[in-house]
Nanobody, 126 residues
Framework: QVQVEESGGGLVQAGGSLRLSCAASGRAFSSYTMGWFRQAPGKEREFVAVIRWSGSSTYYADSVKGRFTISRDNAKNTVTLQMNSLKPEDTAVYYC???????????????????WGQGTQVTVSS
């Protein structure tokens, strides 16, 4: 299993952009599907985006589609979430997660991810 750590959160005005990074350690990173989730105060953790282990396919929550882009660099063991046109409702702690198993297909369920980072705060002011 891989271990992951997020970075890149911060405070931004509505309409602005942020780039979140997730650094992974451990063997066989390129065999793990990677996801981003977020949790706002008082709300449950929700799916944001996922990228297949090969990088060939991605999927997004409807709320971020067209604004966020997930990508990965298997040579550098990193996953990136580019967030554009940010809205106040995007404010949350963002988590990077690695799938529980290798070569796992897409999942939007948190229980299918076995390794989580500590999270990074994203705050969007209106």
């Amino acid at each position: 299993q891989v271990q992951v750590e997020e970075s890149g959160g911060g405070l931004v005005q509505a309409g602005g952009s942020l780039r979140l990074s997730c650094a992974a350690s451990g063997r066989a990173f390129s065999s793990y599907t990677m996801g981003w989730f977020r949790q706002a105060p008082g709300k449950e953790r929700e799916f944001v985006a996922v990228i297949r282990w090969s990088g060939s396919s991605t999927y997004y929550a409807d709320s971020v589609k067209g604004r966020f882009t997930i990508s990965r660099d298997n040579a550098k063991n990193t996953v990136t979430l580019q967030m554009n046109s940010l809205k106040p409702e995007d404010t949350a702690v963002y988590y990077c997660a690695a799938s529980s198993g290798q070569f796992q297909y897409f999942s939007m369920r948190a229980q299918d991810y076995g390794s989580w980072g500590q999270g990074t705060q994203v705050t969007v002011s209106s």
